[in-house]
């Protein structure tokens, strides 16, 4: 189905493999619109329930964007349907948890599709940044706003400024990733964690993670709101009231997302 990336399936997982290793898996509108198309066949395949996304080989999980079709933006350019920063907006809101699994170089929109995604695990030889400034650009894949709100608004600049590439022990120490392992326990570890998410509710992972994103771009008292708003709804299932039957009697709860 598709000639830029590759999606494999395993049980409740969906792994996104960007598949241009020759190139570092850089980023074209041919790829990007890939992974909208994937994104919405995952959604709708009645298994999936978190999707994974990487790059291809052990050099880049993806290593920027399509420098060639770069050159030949134009102003209005940006804000055409289909853009970078409008997929990885996509990529946030997804309706299911989404994970990194940073294998390799994530450099510019590499870096910016890690932070469009819920949780990052990095390869211990990998490296992320933000060189946009070296083209006399900005990141405008969400990187200025998303990085900030992640590292803070000094180290964002510094990296920013600098064009500083954070080692994968750097970008763990300043929160930019969850876990740093050998490349080959990667996928292990990204598995592992993927299965602690799929073990809950998953309602409720939905609902804690609009909790989360949507209460993070307002005041907290309108994101308790939105807390309690999204309780009441948990409230009513019949998940919830599995989860702590199950609790109680000492089992493995069997949810069904109703």
């Given at each position: 189905?598709?000639?830029?990336?590759?999606?494999?399936?395993?049980?409740?997982?969906?792994?996104?493999?960007?598949?241009?290793p020759?190139?570092?898996n850089?980023?074209?509108?041919?790829?990007?619109?890939?992974?909208?198309?994937?994104?919405?066949?995952?959604?709708?395949?009645?298994?999936?329930?978190?999707?994974?996304?990487?790059?291809?080989?052990?050099?880049?999980?993806?290593?920027?964007?399509?420098?060639?079709?770069?050159?030949?933006?134009?102003?209005?350019?940006?804000?055409?349907?289909?853009?970078?920063?409008?997929?990885?907006?996509?990529?946030?809101?997804?309706?299911?948890?989404?994970?990194?699994?940073?294998?390799?170089?994530?450099?510019?929109?590499?870096?910016?599709?890690?932070?469009?995604?819920?949780?990052?695990?990095?390869a211990?030889?990998?490296?992320?940044?933000?060189?946009?400034?070296?083209?006399?650009?900005?990141?405008?894949a969400?990187?200025?706003?998303?990085?900030?709100?992640?590292?803070?608004?000094?180290?964002?600049?510094?990296?920013?400024?600098?064009?500083?590439?954070?080692?994968?022990?750097?970008?763990?120490?300043?929160?930019?990733?969850?876990?740093?392992?050998?490349?080959?326990?990667?996928?292990?570890?990204?598995?592992?964690?993927?299965?602690?998410?799929?073990?809950?509710?998953?309602?409720?992972?939905?609902?804690?993670?609009?909790?989360?994103?949507?209460?993070?771009?307002?005041?907290?008292?309108?994101?308790?709101?939105?807390?309690?708003?999204?309780?009441?709804?948990?409230?009513?299932?019949?998940?919830?009231?599995?989860?702590?039957?199950a609790?109680?009697?000492?089992?493995?709860?069997?949810?069904?997302?109703?």
């Amino acid at each position: 189905m598709y000639e830029n990336i590759i999606v494999k399936k395993e049980g409740q997982l969906a792994y996104i493999y960007i598949n241009l290793p020759e190139v570092r898996n850089r980023l074209s509108k041919e790829t990007l619109s890939e992974i909208r198309d994937a994104l919405v066949e995952i959604k709708h395949d009645g298994v999936s329930q978190l999707v994974v996304f990487t790059g291809e080989g052990d050099k880049a999980f993806v290593a920027g964007a399509d420098i060639t079709q770069l050159n030949e933006k134009e102003m209005l350019d940006v804000f055409a349907t289909g853009s970078m920063q409008e997929i990885y907006d996509e990529i946030e809101a997804y309706d299911m948890p989404t994970i990194a699994m940073i294998n390799g170089l994530a450099l510019g929109g590499g870096c910016e599709l890690a932070l469009a995604c819920d949780i990052r695990v990095m390869a211990d030889h990998a490296k992320i940044g933000l060189p946009e400034l070296n083209l006399s650009i900005i990141p405008g894949a969400g990187g200025t706003q998303r990085l900030s709100r992640i590292v803070g608004k000094g180290k964002a600049l510094e990296m920013i400024l600098l064009g500083k590439f954070l080692s994968a022990e750097e970008a763990m120490t300043h929160g930019l990733v969850t876990e740093v392992v050998p490349l080959q326990f990667l996928k292990d570890k990204v598995d592992e964690i993927a299965e602690q998410i799929l073990a809950k509710g998953p309602l409720a992972v939905k609902l804690a993670k609009m909790a989360v994103q949507y209460g993070a771009e307002t005041d907290q008292k309108t994101g308790q709101i939105i807390e309690k708003l999204a309780q009441a709804v948990l409230f009513a299932t019949a998940d919830k009231k599995e989860g702590t039957k199950a609790f109680m009697e000492k089992r493995k709860p069997v949810f069904t997302s109703k």
